[in-house]
Nanobody, 125 residues
Framework: QVQLVESGGGLVQAGGSLRLSCAAS????????MGWFRQAPGKEHEFVAA????????YYADSVKGRFTISRDNAKNTVYLQMNSLKPEDTAVYYC??????????????????WGQGTQVTVSS
């Protein structure tokens, strides 16, 4: 079992930056691919970014490529999402997720077994 807790969300002006963190419990964190998804009001869950268990491979949605960076610190059982040049359309609840075992990245929700409770990101224009 893995429990995930996101933090770092908030209100920011367009063009600003935020860094989300996702702290994981358990000693098996470093075996999992980690992903970030988001859900805006009235919309479906959307894949944002993923990072492989080793951190060697990352994958981004086209909508955030070049603006967001996913990273992980396996010693701290934490995955991060650095979000720069934020836009109002980035407003959503952001969720981190864990899945796979020693796998590469995935943008499929069904790949991930564990989910956090989400953190709100609001970007004002």
């Amino acid at each position: 079992q893995v429990q995930l807790v996101e933090s770092g969300g908030g209100l920011v002006q367009a063009g600003g930056s935020l860094r989300l963190s996702c702290a994981a419990s358990g000693r098996t964190f470093n075996k999992y691919t980690m992903g970030w998804f988001r859900q805006a009001p009235g919309k479906e869950h959307e894949f944002v970014a993923a990072i492989s268990w080793s951190g060697d491979s990352t994958y981004y949605a086209d909508s955030v490529k070049g603006r967001f960076t996913i990273s992980r610190d396996n010693a701290k059982n934490t995955v991060y999402l650095q979000m720069n040049s934020l836009k109002p359309e980035d407003t959503a609840v952001y969720y981190c997720a864990a899945g796979g075992h020693y796998s590469s990245t995935s943008d499929y929700r069904s790949f991930y077994d564990y989910w956090g409770q989400g953190t709100q990101v609001t970007v004002s224009s």
